[in-house]
T-cell receptor, first 111, second 113 residues
């Protein structure tokens, strides 16, 4: 069964303290891995799409990487405005285009 | 370019009633997917529509249904509401390619009393 597991569930960082979020997946034929950011009461905001192992993408303080079994979201020198829930999702092979989501990592960055 | 819009943003209903939620995709996007988000289950796929046809359906009861119009706008309907249907319902639109990114709307918060 296709599955996505994110860790840790929650993470508290001091401003400027870099860290990484993990997304482990089991999927039959990965078509794409997606990272989203979600603020309370809002819809998920797209961050990155990764398609193949070894791929990396960066945006400001965020960098996403992908291996055959997991993805990491690296946050460098975070600021309080980076506080949010970060969601990982995979799109499996086959006829369906649905996204399978992990339960997310709640990140709190304290000034 | 305007993002995905959903109406209404908030809705309160009682058990047994039915509800219709609306979604307008990003201009030019032809695929619309619906997801349910709850604290216990996270984000779960409901269904996807492309060119007015349902292409995929998640593991939800038949009380959940949807449709898509010729202008790509979509509606989802939940009949005979139950307390457990309280959730944030999210709509996502995609250009059309199988690996195109899905962009989400702000959601409709449904509370069933």
């Amino acid at each position: 069964e296709d599955q996505v597991t994110q860790s840790p569930e929650a993470l508290r960082l001091q401003e400027g303290e870099s860290s990484s979020l993990n997304c482990s997946y089991t999927v039959s034929g990965l078509r794409g891995l997606f990272w989203y950011r979600q603020d309370p009461g809002k819809g998920p905001e797209f961050l990155f799409t990764l398609y193949s192992a070894g791929e990396e993408k960066e945006k400001e303080r965020l960098k996403a990487t992908l291996t055959k079994k997991e993805s990491f979201l690296h946050i460098t020198a975070p600021k309080p405005e980076d506080s949010a829930t970060y969601l990982c999702a995979v799109q499996a092979g086959g006829a369906t285009n649905k996204l399978i989501f992990g339960t997310g990592t709640l990140l709190a960055v304290q000034p | 370019k305007a993002g995905v819009t959903q109406t209404p943003r908030y809705l309160i209903k009682t058990r047994g009633q039915q509800v219709t939620l609306s979604c307008s995709p990003i201009s030019g996007h032809r695929s619309v997917s619906w997801y349910q988000q709850t604290p216990g289950q996270g984000l779960q796929f409901l269904f996807e529509y492309f060119s007015e046809t349902q292409r995929n359906k998640g593991n939800f009861p038949g009380r959940f249904s949807g449709r898509q119009f010729s202008n790509s706008r979509s509606e989802m309907n939940v009949s005979t509401l139950e307390l457990g249907d309280s959730a944030l319902y999210l709509c996502a639109s995609r250009l059309q390619g199988v690996t195109d990114t899905q962009y989400f709307g702000p959601g409709t918060r449904l509370t069933v009393l």
